[in-house]
């Protein structure tokens, strides 16, 4: 029995089930639930440490791994100090299996082979995504995989249901959540475009999977994974290009002088479609939602900023406020959120959640830029964790807007962060991080 086959075969099928999860039921059950997804590799993990003989040591830690443990204790201070302890520490237990996936999706990094299974699991899972979203589309109801009462109501579908005539549909793919899917679309895009691209060096393969984000992005209605797809990938390709001493690709030069185009000159003939109508009323939907939410839950978070309102608690404090409960923006969510992740954390769980979260997205970002400057033409040994430094600041600038951090979305960002992590502690090892180091070993490499 090859262990090492069948640990990374279980990332192959983790990866490839990240949009799927609580998609689909059997009878009155639903499959694929996320719990069931933590209870499975505790059991997994205790099996392979028996088979293995190994010890359970957390000898993979690393500033990511550290902050994640540190970040998940403020949020148990945060819901002993909250108003409603019970529901609090519900969600805490949410937050711990969080944790506890993350640890051990962590240590199931074998190898390098562990990284191009995680990687055909995304082409598999956004794949089948594309195809549900072009069924959906072309209004095969069978492919809805929701009912109407089911969707998000981002979806647009009960609005047109019942004649609104300013509701359109926006394709919500295995997510039942259009905002979701996009979030999702962008930051498996922008990974699966690097890898193409830099790895695989096939340029057909790398335009071909950023012509089918862009695509769903489009049927999504998302601003905001858009703007975030757009600037990632113009960033990773300014910095590959610095890299190799080369000019961006001409199709990259070209796809931004369209996007440009289509701003600056085409605003009226864009106003009939709905993407594009959403950029032009940013501005109204800014002023009218977001900013009240931000006012009233900044004043819910000013009565405790060290621990905040605490998890679960962030709906009665902002509702404590003057905050209609009837709105959209809070009374439909279990996430309990004020339309920005950053904020959120920030109200629910003080300043020093706060921190201990952008810690997390510091060192995840600085550990995919050192890794990502491997992506030379002439380096034969691959930083598989570079390809991840395009998905984060997709991830950041989503949740400036996006404040879904459902299951589907949690299981994404794991395998982003643990393949981080491993990639960059892989190499620190091996002593690539020392300046010094890491220049020769560059010049060794490339002559």
Known sequence: MNLNKINNFLLFLLAAYVPFVDTFHI???KILVFKYLYICLIVYYLIFIVLTRKKIVLNKVGNVSLFLILFFISQLISGLFANDTDLALQKV???????????????MFIDNNSYEYVLKGFLVGFLVSFVIAMLQKNGVKGFYLFSEEELNQNTGLMGVMKGNKN?????????????????????VGIILYSYYRMIKRSSIKSILILVIT???????VSRTSLF??????????????????????VYMISFFILISIAFLFLKPAADGIPLMKRFSNAGNDFKTARLNLWIKGYQAFSKNIFFGVGPGNLRGALSSEGFPMTSVLISQFEGQHVENY???????????GFYFCMMIYYYTISYSYLLFKFFRKQVKSFAYGGLFFGA???????NITIPIFEERIKLLVIIVFASINNSYLFFYKLGFFNINYFKKTIEKITE
């Open 27 to 29: 009878f009155l059950f």
């Open 93 to 107: 237990y949410a937050e711990f299996q969080f944790l506890v996936i993350f640890i051990i999706v962590n240590k």
């Open 228 to 249: 975030a797809l757009i600037l990632s990938l113009l960033i990773i390709e300014i910095i590959y290009a610095r890299l190799n001493n080369s000019n961006l690709p």
């Open 214 to 220: 862009i695509y769903c992005i489009i049927l999504t």
């Open 167 to 187: 509701a359109i549909i926006r394709i919500w793919g295995p997510f039942g959540n259009s905002l979701g899917f996009a979030e999702y679309l962008s930051t």
């Open 342 to 352: 950053f904020l959120t954390v920030l109200y629910t769980y003080g300043i020093i």
């Open 392 to 398: 984060i600041i997709v991830l950041m600038i989503n």
